[in-house]
């Protein structure tokens, strides 16, 4: 285990947030979430980047388990069909083509949309499986970002549900600033720790995650951490889909009366959400441009 300071203002300034276990181990350990004086929310201590690996490893990991064939899995490959189409329209109201790096992609759904949608596409991750891609030789794939050269640009990179799982934050900013164009895009999207279901959920609300989940954003943090590396929020949205997402993985199974929880909170969520904006959603998308 290793203690870091604040990746957003540098600082060593914090007290004790809440402890939580890791929700796909048996493992009794608890991991203590602190929160600095800045407000942000961090794991600390936290596995190394060289120990990070085993806690990928359960076979109840979801993005894993969600691609399986049963009732679960095709009401998830139904919102990622969505889903994949919604991220696209944001980006082609910046770009129509191009070149795009996708960030710690995982197993490529999203690269082999925009592939086949006529895109360069570069798809970094450490571990993902690239077997189901129907467009991969229009997919470069690397494990580093520093292996990909000088000499190529990009139009947009993204980052999808990979911020909070980067060890190297400072070396991950320098690497997209030498890779996106002066005019490209960035785009982050993040679980946000101001999400109205949390406080129903408590220490079983899954975006949690500890120990993947390293930081713990909302849009005050995020927008921080941004202009702390040179790069400026130009548009915010809600990422509703990921509203049932959460309390589905938030609900504590075999307990009475949980599925009747989930609908009132996911009604609930949607609303606070849709009259309070994306600093009150459940996952928060945000656009940058270089400061
Ligand atoms: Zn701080």
Redesign the pocket.
Known sequence: METI???????N??TPYIEVSDRLSQNPELYQLVK?????VYLNPRPSEDNIATHYNSPNYDPHNFSKDNKLGKIYKLVQWVTVRWKFRKIASFYQSGKLLDVGGGNGEFADFMALQGWKVYLQDKISKLDNLSDSKNINTVQNLETIKDDEYFNVITLWHSLEHIHNIEKLYFQINRLLKPDGILLIAVPNINAPERTFFNKTWAPFDAPRHLYHFQLK?LNELCSKYKFKIVRKYSLFQDTPYNILLSIEKNKPFQIIKGVLVFYYSIIVTLLRGPEHSSSILVICRKA
């Open positions: 300071k604040c990746i957003v203002c540098g600082k300034k914090t600095c004086d800045c407000n942000f943090t």
